[in-house]
T-cell receptor
Framework: DSGVTQTPKHLITATGQRVTLRCSPR?????VYWYQQSLDQGLQFLIQ???????AKGNILERFSAQQFPDLHSELNLSSLELGDSALYFCASSPNTRANRGSGANVLTFGAGSRLTVL | GNSVTQMEGPVTLSEEAFLTINCTYT??????LFWYVQYPGEGLQLLLKATKADDKGSNKGFEATYRKETTSFHLEKGSVQVSDSAVYFCALSRAGGTSYGKLTFGQGTILTVHP
C-alpha cells in the first residue's frame, strides 16, 4: 500500500457520460498529480495541484477538469466521454515543500490507478 | 521541452542474465532522474533515483548512474529474476519553477524474465 488511495478501481461507462475519479494523497503530501496511461500515448501528465491551487497543466483536454479540496484530496472530472478516453488514470502525491525543493527529495508516490472503460 | 527516450522493448531474458535498459534525456538545467517500475495490475513504484551528475542510484540489485556528458541514465542489473518481470519507466523532474516535481516519463520498457 503506497498510501495514495484512488477510487474507483474500475469504471465502465458509455460515450457521452461524465465520471469523477477521486484521489486521497499520502498523509502530509501537499501536491497531487494526475496522469493518464494509455497504450498509444504512454504516461501523459494531465495536471498538478499544490495545497489547493492549480500549479501546472499538461495534456489535459478541455472536457476534463480537476480540483484539490481543503482536506487535500483531489477529484478528476471527465465529461462528454469518448471511446479514446479509455485508459488508466493515476494519481500521485508528493511533499513538494519549500524544504525539499531542489534536493531531488520530492519523490512522487503513485496510487494503484483507476481503470476507465468507455463503451 | 523536456523529454525522455527509452530503448524499445519488449526485452526477454532468462533468469540470471544481465539486464541493461537504455534511457537518454533532454532537459534544461539539472534535472533529477528516476526509474519507476510497474508490476502487472499495480501502480508505479519508485525503483531508484539520482539528483546530480555522477550520482549512482541503487535498489534491489538495480543500478543507474546519472551521466550528464551523455545525458543518459541507463538501468542495469547483474542477475535478473522472474520476479523482476514488469514495465520499467525512466523519468525526469526539472528542478525549480512552478511545475516543480512534475515527472516526464519515457515510453516504458516491458521486461519478461523466463525461468
Amino acid at each position: 500500500d503506497s498510501g495514495v488511495t484512488q477510487t474507483p478501481k474500475h469504471l465502465i461507462t458509455a460515450t457521452g457520460q461524465r465520471v469523477t475519479l477521486r484521489c486521497s494523497p499520502r498523509s502530509g503530501d501537499l501536491s497531487v498529480y494526475w496522469y493518464q496511461q494509455s497504450l498509444d500515448q504512454g504516461l501523459q501528465f494531465l495536471i498538478q495541484y499544490y495545497n489547493g491551487e492549480e500549479r501546472a497543466k499538461g495534456n489535459i483536454l478541455e472536457r476534463f477538469s480537476a480540483q484539490q479540496f481543503p482536506d487535500l484530496h483531489s477529484e478528476l472530472n471527465l465529461s462528454s466521454l469518448e471511446l479514446g478516453d479509455s485508459a488508466l488514470y493515476f494519481c500521485a502525491s508528493s511533499p513538494n515543500t519549500r524544504a525539499n525543493r531542489g534536493s531531488g527529495a520530492n519523490v512522487l508516490t503513485f496510487g494503484a490507478g483507476s481503470r476507465l472503460t468507455v463503451l | 521541452g523536456n523529454s525522455v527516450t527509452q530503448m524499445e522493448g519488449p526485452v526477454t531474458l532468462s533468469e540470471e542474465a544481465f539486464l541493461t535498459i537504455n534511457c537518454t534525456y533532454t532537459a534544461t538545467g539539472y534535472p533529477s532522474l528516476f526509474w519507476y517500475v510497474q508490476y502487472p495490475g499495480e501502480g508505479l513504484q519508485l525503483l531508484l533515483k539520482a539528483t546530480k551528475a555522477d550520482d549512482k542510484g541503487s535498489n534491489k540489485g538495480f543500478e543507474a548512474t546519472y551521466r550528464k556528458e551523455t545525458t543518459s541514465f541507463h538501468l542495469e542489473k547483474g542477475s535478473v529474476q522472474v520476479s523482476d518481470s514488469a514495465v520499467y519507466f525512466c523519468a525526469l523532474s526539472r528542478a525549480g519553477g512552478t511545475s516543480y516535481g512534475k515527472l516526464t516519463f519515457g515510453q516504458g520498457t516491458i521486461l519478461t524474465v523466463h525461468p
